[in-house]
């Protein structure tokens, strides 16, 4: 299983288009009012403009990295799984769940997009040892399921197959407390 500030940086990738997302945004306000975009040129501006970009693709690649190296290098477990199913049909509600809100960016003060950081950050800290889902993953050909061990325990399992019979998975790795990684 991934150390906790790896799990959190693996949450941290889930969260990682809201930034894109909010550079859009910034950008769009930026454009509209006639302003040049650029970089950063103060502390003030640290969540604005192009900086986002740049921090949704350096996440983007963290993600990447972190499931390769995840491949490699974590403990490979045997298990029997009694029950599965796919899990993609939650990502369409997740991604409707948690960007939306950043359409109220537009046009809005200061306080309110850092308020709005805030409780992203807080969200980031309490998924970090529960059931989640990367959208990013599903950019590199993951899919997500729902299933249950022999033993009665459910997991979300990660898989590049995509997987119809329990028997299909043989082998895992632990990501977090509640997700695998499909080893097979």
């Known amino acids: 299983m991934f150390a906790n500030y790896i799990k959190l940086l693996f949450v941290l990738t889930a969260y990682s288009p809201i930034l894109l997302i909010i550079a859009a ?10 302003e040049s975009v650029e970089l950063i040129d103060n502390w003030f501006e640290l ?7 740049f921090a ?24 029997e799984i009694k029950a599965i199913k796919s899990a993609d049909l939650n990502m369409n509600t ?3 769940s ?5 359409v109220e960016l537009v046009k809005k003060d200061t306080v309110f997009v850092i308020g709005w950081v805030i409780v992203l950050v807080v ?21 997500y399921y729902e299933v249950t061990t022999g033993k009665g325990v459910t997991y979300t399992a990660i898989s590049e197959k995509k997987l119809i019979n329990a028997n299909e998975i ?12 499909n080893q097979t």
């Open 94 to 96: 997740l991604l409707l």
């Open 98 to 102: 948690y960007f939306l809100p950043c």
């Open 47 to 53: 969540f604005n403009r192009l900086n986002l970009v």
């Open 170 to 181: 043989k082998s895992y790795s632990q990501l977090t407390d509640y997700v695998i990684l």
């Open 123 to 143: 969200l980031i800290i309490i998924n970090k040892g529960t059931y989640f889902y990367n959208p990013i993953l599903k950019l590199f050909g993951f899919r």
């Open 25 to 34: 945004v910034e950008l769009y306000n930026c454009l509209s009012r006639g």
């Open 56 to 79: 949704f693709f350096l996440l983007l690649l963290i993600c990447y990295i972190l499931m390769k190296i995840a491949k490699k290098k974590l403990t490979v477990n045997p298990v």
